[in-house]
């Protein structure tokens, strides 16, 4: 069992910057594929980033490339998604999500067994 916890979002203007922390309990944790989501209103929730167990596979969705990094820490347990040159369309709940690592990579939420409670970011033009 795996648990999430995210922290970090919060209210910027375009062109600023947050990171997102996810942080687990759960001894597999290590051993999952950690992805990043995000649903706005009335959207489907959507695949951002993710990050394989040690970190040497990363994956970004066209929109945030460039924009996005993820990083993984698995000595405590952390993920990280740090956000530049913020947009007003990357206002969204932002979710982080984990499944057992297969060695493919899975951007289909309903993929993953495990889920945070959620983040909101909002950003302001």
């Known amino acids: 069992q795996v648990q999430l916890v995210e922290t970090g979002g919060g209210q910027v203007q375009a062109g600023d910057s947050l990171r997102l922390s996810c942080t687990a309990s759960?001894?597999?944790?290590?051993?999952?594929?950690v992805g990043w989501f995000r649903q706005a209103p009335g959207e489907d929730r959507e695949f951002v980033a993710g990050?394989?167990?040690?970190?040497?596979?990363?994956n970004y969705a066209d929109s945030v490339k460039g924009r996005f990094t993820v990083s993984r820490y698995n000595f405590n347990n952390t993920v990280l998604l740090q956000m530049n040159s913020l947009k007003p369309e990357d206002t969204a709940v932002y979710y982080c999500?984990?499944?057992?690592?297969?060695?493919?990579?899975?951007?289909?939420?309903?993929?993953?067994?495990?889920w945070g409670q959620g983040t909101q970011v909002t950003v302001s033009s």
């Open positions: 999500a984990a499944r057992p690592y297969s060695g493919v990579v899975v951007t289909t939420s309903g993929r993953y067994n495990y």
């Open positions: 990050i394989s167990p040690n970190g040497g596979r990363i």
């Open positions: 759960g001894r597999t944790f290590s051993s999952t594929y």
